[in-house]
């Protein structure tokens, strides 16, 4: 089952960058089952901060009333940044699988090296399960078709200056 979510999160991640935004998406699983679903809505919601897991994470809580995910699992079509690891290991996820590691989005991208995500997940005791990469070449095409520029390139409206 964890191929079938990761593929979601790559169809996510395309329809994305078909719609101009950025390739990223994510899904929320309980027990077999989906429970929601985003991609990056940094641009569209103005908001440096609404990276795919991050919304889709607050979003979920919010609707629902909760402020843990336990017994949940979080796929992500790249592995997770500084700032959403932060946010999985807050909402004490159960397990986040990720497609393409942060190593190889720079690799695409061209954007600095950004740490892994296991040890920013689990700076303590706290154990959240950190699987990936995962049917990466399959997430690195989705990549390879976005031309990555700078964000003050593509949206220039967006800055203050
Ligand atoms: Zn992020």
Known sequence: ???????????LATLSAEAG??????????????VAETRDRC???SDPTAHAELVL????CRQRQ????????????????????????????DRVVFGVAQYQLQG???GNQKPSCPELINPGKQK??????LLDAEGLEVLHRYP???KKDRHKKFWDT
């Open 21 to 34: 935004f950025d390739p990223f998406g994510a899904v929320l699983v309980r027990e077999g089952s989906l």
């Open 57 to 60: 994470i607050s979003e979920f």
């Open 66 to 93: 909760l402020i843990s995910l336990e017994g949940y699992t979080l796929y992500c079509n790249v592995e997770p940044c500084i700032m959403c690891s932060g946010a999985i290991h807050w909402a004490r996820l």
């Open 148 to 150: 990555f520029r700078s």
């Open 128 to 133: 959240i399960v950190v699987d990936g990469p």
């Open 1 to 11: 089952m964890d191929e079938t979510w990761m593929r979601r999160t790559f169809q």
């Open 108 to 110: 695409v991208s061209g």
């Open 43 to 45: 641009i569209d919601y």
